[in-house]
């Protein structure tokens, strides 16, 4: 077998290992309940980083308001607006609304 070069290469081979320890121990009728529910255990981290490699575990509304890409991407889009003041409250005032939950002139048009 190939020596994983990429993290997510060596996420799915830690993921294939542990998948055939959990088999192993779930086929074992003698293996205590502790060894099957540590295999199961030591699953969660593995899956959640392939998740995360692979864009499957999926962000909430809070973590991509308070990442700096988004911030970035904020300040970027007020910048450009800067020569067109009036477009740049409206603009503005819809983040705004919808930061807090509330919907855009857009979603709520197409609603």
């Known amino acids: ?6 993290a997510r ?13 959990i088999d192993a121990v779930n086929s074992d009728d003698e293996a205590p309940i502790g060894a099957k529910v540590a295999c199961l255990r030591a699953m969660t981290g593995p899956l ?3 998740a ?3 864009g499957e575990a999926g962000a909430n509304e ?3 308001a308070s990442s700096p890409f988004y911030r ?7 910048d450009a607006l800067r020569p067109y003041p009036d477009a740049a409250r409206a603009v503005i005032a819809s983040i705004e609304r919808v930061e ?5 002139d857009l979603e709520a048009a197409a609603e």
Do not use: H, K, W, Y
Not at 1 to 6: E, G, K, V, Y
Not at 72 to 78: C, E, L, Q, Y
């Open 62 to 64: 809070a973590t991509i």
């Open 72 to 78: 970035r991407i904020r300040a970027a889009v007020v």
């Open 1 to 6: 077998m190939a020596t994983p070069r990429t």
């Open 100 to 104: 807090r939950g509330g919907s855009s």
């Open 48 to 50: 959640r980083l392939l």
């Open 52 to 54: 995360t490699l692979t």
């Open 9 to 21: 290469e060596r996420v799915d081979r830690l993921v294939d290992s542990l998948q055939e320890l």
